[in-house]
């Protein structure tokens, strides 16, 4: 085994649970790497909610919460108030936090909390059978759209940023140095840190949205269907995915920062009254 796999996998908990040509061993790759890279292992907590991506997080040997539907950005923003120390990065997927957890992740962006989250879209719900997620393309067949999908696919960085992300970042499997390098940028931010990785499912997706089983087809055809943008924007240039860097401000108070100073403002108060 590679000694750094060797070094953050737990062998016990062997083999993964992905499908074969599924993209979250990439994933799960460059978030290893980046972790090690800035030497932040013991320091890092990861946390997942329910789905495929989910199960990235269970099988790092670190601190890890493994939660319920939705609520990964939940539990992770009290994590992170209770240990403002610790470095939080969230392993979620595109139905988990666009659709029952959208509301968390609107919030935790506007408040702007230093949390590292990693959206894994894959386009559908995969381990629940392949119903229609938030990021269906319009006019897919899936199990709960058998006419063909007739909403228009919800843009994951579009809705961080307009909540207030304060870093924001789009990738493919197909780019995993980009990935690996936008996930250390995204724990170095300090503020709330949205990165979206487009990947294939070649169970799921690749029957109801690609109609192409094989997974380095649907690489391919994912890879090909963005464009590199050094800006984001509602608009799809040349009918294509915006990929890139979009969005790093460092303007913006973070959360604990605000608490701390409040703190220090009711211990100042105090010692007044007193």
């Known amino acids: 085994m590679n000694q750094l796999i060797e070094k953050y996998i737990k062998k016990d908990s062997l083999p993964y649970i992905f499908c074969a040509g599924c993209g979250n061993g990439i994933i799960l790759n460059a978030a290893i790497h980046a972790i090690d890279e800035l030497g932040i292992k013991e320091d890092t907590a990861c946390v997942s909610g329910i789905g495929c991506s989910s199960w990235i ?3 790092l040997n670190m601190d890890v919460m493994h939660t319920i539907h939705g609520r990964a950005i939940a539990f992770a923003e009290g994590l992170k108030l209770s240990r403002p120390e ?5 392993f979620t997927g595109d139905g988990d936090c666009l659709a029952i957890g959208g509301n968390h992740l609107l919030h935790a962006a506007n408040r702007n909390i ?8 894959n386009f559908i719900y995969g381990m629940t059978g392949g119903q229609k997620s938030p990021t269906t393309p319009a006019g897919s067949r899936t199990k709960t ?3 063909g999908a007739l909403d228009e696919p919800i843009d994951g960085c579009g809705i961080a940023m307009s ?3 304060t870093f924001c970042s789009r990738w493919t499997v197909s780019h995993p140095n980009q990935l690996k390098k936008a996930i250390k940028e995204g724990i170095l931010h300090n503020g709330f840190s949205f990165i979206e990785v487009l990947s294939q499912c070649p169970v799921q997706a690749g029957k109801s949205v690609f109609q192409e089983r094989d997974p380095w087809n649907m690489m391919e055809a994912i890879k090909n269907n963005t464009i590199l943008c050094k ?3 509602f608009e799809r240039p040349e009918g294509k995915i915006p990929i890139g860097n979009f969005k790093a401000d460092s303007g913006r108070q973070e959360y604990t920062d605000k608490i701390k100073n409040l703190k220090e403002q009711l211990r100042t108060m105090q010692k007044v009254t007193v």
């Open 114 to 121: 230093n949390i590292t989250v990693v959206l894994v879209n």
């Open 231 to 233: 800006s984001w924007s």
């Open 86 to 90: 610790k470095n939080i990065i969230v």
């Open 145 to 147: 759209s058998p006419f």
């Open 163 to 165: 909540a207030g992300a």
């Open 57 to 59: 997080p269970p099988y």
